[in-house]
């Protein structure tokens, strides 16, 4: 086949016979633009090798050929057209004379030509019909004698056999549809008509996009068919050609397969690896893998080692089958600790460091010393500093467990007392546990939120080399939904994990079937190890960025603010000391905004040796105790939850003086 226009092979081509294979043997480069244009191609090489596999007709061009308007028409436009001419144009009138001598009709003939034709008697206007009537001589010169029908009369015009078209004779043919002209090879370049245009003749230029497949192309390529390229079609001598289409990871998982696969990897992404496995060495370009399909379940699990300086990072599949142990987990704040909170599933916690209520910045607030018991009851609010509101823990104070008081409930009831703690709150509590049962991954983390701290007691069956036992404790930290591939090596079909495409989108080609792939289910690695860069990358992903932050504590006063009113208050009469000495009480609070009291004697937890809390005396206000004694947001708060901020407290003793008494009986101002 000689090379041809890409726009003329279209045209001709038959959809029945596709694909066909051309070469492109004259290039065409777009200067000064993309690879791609709207996604189409606008750069092609002289050799190479295009695998037309679609043809699709994007629009009609249609052009008046006397003025050179044109307008668009779509694949769907629903007039008819109509032949006006044969399919063949002359060059002049001795050709078209010629070819109707030659053929069964005779004169008189009708044509017209696309060009203006001028004469000493008139002008004849293009696309004006002519009636060709006889050959004669006419002042020495043979013409052809033709009549011009102008409607008001008719006009005899005597024209040489030599004059210069191009000429069409008239032939009107039956109405057709787009396609149908589009489809007829006949039609392909003849005058036209059609009601819907005020023209008296037409063209059709079609114009199409084909679809093709070029070698170590991803995608399929789109070419313009109105691009100027020469081509050839090879499609006999190229059946033993082979077109490499590169795939990736997340191509082959979105159209769902067909699974098994045979690929060979043409690329790796570059950047940092994510992964801390043996396998990850093996994906080298020219490396074979076969993929099984979509691993199940997709859920996956972040976690990091407890009790190391420097922590490593796990991601655990659901189908991870060893044995976790739960851990106590620690609190830094108060925060924690309402995060941790469940409704219905006591919390219990003992504190770790020693904090005054009376600092500065926890005015009113209760004091904690290490070994306290503390049950967490819910969030409220209540008056802080400068009569702001500001979030608050409300907790259980608990006493001692001792082995008589376990044996009677009503001594511990009595012991208790509810505390405040501001959100910001920064202590350390660690969580009263005595749970000694051995729980699945699954059950785990349907039992308990999450971060869960944990231990694994029995590793994995089916992994003899599961890490996660060798360490003392894990925090089970996040649980993502993510698809992942199932992947065998050539070189060692026994070497089976699972990549996520996401993360890891290698390029392949699909190959031949490989040999010797095992059958059945895989033993699939469940615990891969991540780099830490890749860890803090899926910490930062969008579904774990909901988590508000922590509240911030109140600015401290500086020194000197401190010294001027610690100077002011030594300042102060004792005379007016003694008669304001009261005892320090809790911050108002909003009684609608804190949660019941519950009197929960469960045995849930283990027990936590502590001292025995008895009433600790509050610190007596005195000039030098560095504490104002009028706190006009205070008021008093009973012990069993109600709010009674008219109630006057009576002194127990006089010797106590921030010791007030109740009904209940008398309680400490912590």
């Not at 596709?18 to 709207?38: A, K, N």
């Not at 925090?475 to 060692?492: G, H």
Request: some cysteine; charged content about 20%.
């Amino acid at each position: 086949m000689e090379p041809v226009s890409l726009q003329d092979f279209v045209c001709a081509l038959d959809p029945a016979s596709l694909p066909r294979v051309l070469r492109v043997c004259s290039g065409v480069y777009f200067q000064g633009s993309i690879y791609e244009i709207s996604g189409n191609e606008c750069c092609l090489s002289t050799g190479d090798l295009i695998k037309v596999t679609h043809v699709r007709l994007q629009k009609v061009v249609c052009e008046n050929p006397g003025t050179g308007q044109t307008t668009e028409l779509a694949p769907n436009f629903q007039g008819h057209f109509s032949s006006l001419t044969g399919p063949q144009s002359y060059g002049t009138l001795e050709e078209l004379v010629h070819a109707a001598t030659q053929s069964s009709k005779l004169l008189p003939i009708r044509f017209m030509s696309t060009h203006r034709i001028t004469t000493k008697a008139r002008v004849v206007p293009e696309e004006q019909p002519l009636k060709l009537e006889a050959v004669e001589m006419h002042n020495g010169t043979c013409c052809a004698r033709c009549v011009l029908d102008s409607g008001a009369q008719q006009v005899l015009l005597h024209l040489p056999l030599s004059q210069q078209g191009p000429f069409w004779k008239l032939e009107p043919g039956p109405p057709r549809t787009l396609l149908q002209v589009l489809q007829d090879p006949a039609l392909r370049a003849a005058l036209l008509t059609c009601s819907a245009f005020p023209w008296r003749s037409l063209t059709l230029m079609p114009q199409y996009e084909v679809e093709a497949i070029m070698h170590l192309r991803r995608t399929v390529v789109k070419i313009p068919s109105t691009l100027e390229v020469d081509v050839e079609d090879v499609t006999a001598s190229s059946q033993h050609i082979h077109f490499i289409q590169p795939l990736l990871l997340s191509e082959a998982l979105a159209r769902g397969g067909p699974f098994p696969l045979a690929t060979e990897i043409l690329e790796v992404p570059e950047g940092s690896p994510s992964f801390l496995s043996p396998w990850l060495s093996s994906l080298q370009k020219g490396q074979r893998l076969y993929l099984h399909g979509l691993a199940s379940p997709p859920w996956r699990f972040l976690a990091s080692t407890r009790g190391r300086k420097v922590p490593r990072h796990f991601m655990i599949s659901s189908a991870y089958r060893g044995k976790l142990r739960r851990r106590p987990r620690e609190f830094p704040t108060a925060y924690d600790l309402l995060g941790a909170f469940q409704p219905g599933q006591p919390l219990r916690v003992v504190t770790t460091k020693d904090c005054e209520g009376d600092e500065l910045e926890n005015l009113g607030f209760a004091s904690l010393a290490v070994g306290d018991r503390l049950e967490v009851l819910g969030s409220g609010q209540a008056l802080g500093q400068h009569e702001k509101d500001i979030d608050v823990l409300v907790c259980q104070r608990l006493g001692e467990q001792t082995g008589e008081e376990e044996a009677g409930e009503d001594d511990e009831v009595e012991d208790q007392e509810q505390i405040l703690l501001p959100l910001y709150f920064s202590g350390g509590f660690v969580e009263e546990l005595s749970d000694a049962r051995r729980y699945s991954l699954q059950d785990l983390t349907a039992q308990f939120s999450l971060p869960c701290e944990v231990k694994v007691v029995a590793k994995d069956p089916r992994h003899p080399a599961d890490p996660l036992p060798s360490f003392p404790g894990l925090q089970l930290e996040e649980k993502i939904l993510e698809p992942f591939l199932v992947v065998s090596l050539d070189s060692d079909p026994e070497m089976c994990f699972e990549i996520p495409p996401r993360w890891l989108d290698l390029t392949v080609a699909e190959v031949e079937e490989l040999p010797g792939q095992p059958s059945g289910p895989l033993p699939t690695a469940t615990v891969e190890e991540l780099t830490e860069a890749f860890y803090y990358r899926l910490r930062k992903l969008p579904a774990f960025e909901s988590q508000a932050p922590p509240p911030r504590p109140p600015k401290s006063k500086g020194l000197s603010e401190q010294k001027k009113q610690m100077s002011k208050e030594k300042g102060v009469k004792s005379s007016q000391v003694s008669k304001l000495q009261e005892p320090p009480l809790l911050p108002k609070l909003r009684t609608k905004s804190l949660p019941k009291v519950t009197q929960d004697s469960s045995n849930l937890y283990s027990e936590v040796p502590g001292r025995k809390k008895g009433h600790r005396p509050a610190v007596p206000i005195t000039e030098d105790s560095g504490i104002t004694p009028e706190c006009p947001s205070f008021a008093y708060y009973h012990p069993s939850g109600s709010l009674d901020p008219c109630h006057t407290p009576a002194r127990s003793s006089p010797g106590d003086p921030c010791a007030v008494t109740t009904a209940a009986g008398p309680v400490s101002s912590t």
